[in-house]
């Protein structure tokens, strides 16, 4: 089975801009959950979207948004850039329907630098 | 709301040497997660622990979650250069879905 993927892999905005990131789960994998990764705060949770609907939120501003597809896909989407938004963005994708046995399995980032 | 650190942040040490990480939860957790991190990598799953006391092994790499479910740790024996990376905790408390990744500890190998 293809792994995670994730599009693009790096990303150079400026700040006030907005940027979209694409995931693409494990083919048969119906849970998609993003983290920010950073040296200073480490993986940071987003939000984890199942079937189309969001399943639970992380402690990030509503500049930071997602949606999922009816074929799973994900996209994040961050409006108006901050430099602090600088990180590595991980998708990752779970077979499982109870989010409490899942295990995640991680694409290999976007890594957005915000000038 | 919940934080799960490790100890320690950054661990150095000898090829053969042993190793240990550890992972603290403010709240009882449901299970528990690993993950390896190699540098430039992504973070890869390695084992999930569910049970009160449980303890799993993979071959050098020793996995233990405490009995009240606050705290795990992991142990590798005899270290090798292929186990550089940062190892990261990751729980569930419950009725709290999210999976809460702790601080991780970066472990580097002196050959």
């Known amino acids: 089975k293809a792994g995670v993927t994730q599009t693009p892999r790096y990303l150079i905005k400026t700040r006030g801009q907005q940027v979209t990131l694409s995931c693409s789960p494990i083919?048969?994998?119906?849970?998609v959950s993003w983290y920010q990764q950073t040296p200073g705060q480490g993986l940071q949770f987003l939000f984890e979207y199942f079937s189309e609907t969001q399943r639970n939120k992380g402690n990030f501003p509503g500049r930071f948004s997602g949606r999922q597809f009816s074929n799973s896909r994900s996209e994040m989407n961050v409006s108006t850039l901050e430099l602090g938004d600088s990180a590595l963005y991980l998708c990752?994708?779970?077979?499982?329907?109870?989010?409490?046995?899942?295990?995640?399995?991680f694409g290999p980032g976007t890594r957005l630098t915000v000038l | 709301g919940q934080q799960v650190m490790q100890i320690p942040q950054y661990q150095h040490v000898q090829e053969g040497e042993d190793f240990t990480t550890y992972c603290n939860s403010s709240?009882?957790?449901?299970?528990i997660q690993w993950y390896k991190q190699r540098p430039g990598g992504h973070p890869v799953f390695l084992i999930q622990?569910?049970?009160?006391?449980e303890v799993k092994k993979q071959k050098r790499l020793t996995f233990q979650f405490g009995e009240a479910k606050k705290n795990s740790s992991l142990h590798i024996t005899a270290t090798q250069t292929t186990d550089v990376g940062t190892y990261f905790c990751?729980?569930?408390?419950?009725?709290?879905?999210?999976?809460?990744f702790g601080t991780g500890t970066r472990l580097t190998i002196i050959p």
């Open positions: 990751a729980g569930r408390n419950f009725g709290n879905e999210k999976l809460t």
């Open positions: 083919s048969g994998h119906r849970s």
């Open positions: 622990l569910v049970k009160s006391g």
């Open positions: 990752a994708s779970s077979a499982a329907r109870r989010t409490s046995t899942d295990t995640q399995y």
């Open positions: 709240t009882t957790l449901s299970n």
